[in-house]
């Protein structure tokens, strides 16, 4: 990787690594974006494109964009839509990265939050739980301090976990995309609040869950059969295993999360990042309905 540690490197090597196809895209999308885009790292494949701060880290989301490409040929025998996987950044000019890019013809737009702000956010949310769990059991000011640092120091991802978690959810996102486009064409969403199409939930995800890293899918099989079997430990131990093989229940119902507003990501302004929310393993009732909605993936 030493290769791309100046800036001159980084333009030779897009010139000989990006197809011409991918190239014209980049300019598409660079220039959608606004001059202030302009320094911005892009590579990809004729279907799609990543844009970062530096080569490294736009070459990363499209190989993980190319993959998913790969996966949704195989499962499919379809074609993915033109996307861009666009690493969450303040661009001035453009309050609205993703409707400009979409505005351009791309159908696909993940705004994709950089690994260091995905860090900061479980440390600012890991933090302010600690603070509120301290704070109920009656700790002074020095004690809730020290419990916090405790608590984002345990909680603190690392390299390996954040290039895996990548690896699974961008193609997933990138998937619930592709997939409504390549078979319901002219499907507008009826309301905001829903990434799927007019498809039942379980569908979408199968679809989405497709695209992903098998690793990640491997670990939630591992879970399930752990619930399975009933040797699962913590607040999946009492889970219901009845649920889990009710497959007229899981055909019919709508995705666990999307039923419950306090367990979705935070909602984030238009056009923003992929949201997350972290929930307090104190509150066992949105513990429930977080492991419920964990297990409805197959
Ligand atoms: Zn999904």
Redesign the pocket.
């Known amino acids: 990787m030493f290769r791309f540690h100046t800036t001159l490197a980084c333009g030779a090597t897009i010139a000989l690594a990006s197809p011409v196809a991918a190239d014209d895209l980049c300019a598409k999308a660079l220039t959608a974006l606004g001059t202030s885009a302009a320094p911005l790292a892009c590579t990809g494949t004729p279907a799609g494109i990543a844009i970062a701060p530096d080569i490294e880290r736009a070459d990363r989301l499209s190989r993980l964009g190319e993959a998913g490409e790969a996966r949704f040929k195989t499962y499919f025998g379809r074609d993915t839509s033109p996307y861009v996987v666009l690493e969450a950044i303040e661009l001035a000019g453009a309050p609205n990265p993703k409707a400009a890019l979409e505005a351009v013809g791309f159908e696909r737009v993940l705004v994709w939050s950089s690994q260091e702000d995905h860090v900061r956010q479980i440390t600012a949310a890991t933090r302010a739980s600690a603070v509120a769990a301290a704070r109920r059991q009656g700790l002074d000011e020095t004690k809730i301090a020290a419990v916090a640092d405790q608590a984002v120091a345990a909680r603190r991802p690392g390299r390996l976990t954040l290039d895996a978690r990548e690896a699974q959810v961008v193609p997933?996102?990138l998937?619930?995309g592709w997939f409504v486009k390549a078979f319901w064409p002219d499907y507008q969403p009826a309301a905001q609040d829903h990434?799927?199409g007019p498809g039942p939930d379980w569908l979408?995800?199968i679809a989405?869950?497709l695209m992903e890293d098998g690793d990640g899918a491997e670990e939630r099989r591992k879970v399930f059969r752990a619930v399975y079997q009933g040797r699962a430990g913590g607040a999946l131990s009492t889970f219901p295993v009845a649920n889990l093989i009710d497959l007229p229940r899981f055909l019919g119902r709508e995705h666990p999360a999307q039923a419950s507003p306090d367990i979705r990501p935070d909602d984030m302004p238009a056009g923003g990042p992929v949201g997350m929310r972290i929930i307090d393993s104190n509150d066992p009732e949105a513990m429930t309905r977080v492991l419920e909605a964990a297990l409805y993936y197959p």
């Open positions: 997933h996102e998937g619930h990434y799927g979408d995800e989405a869950m």
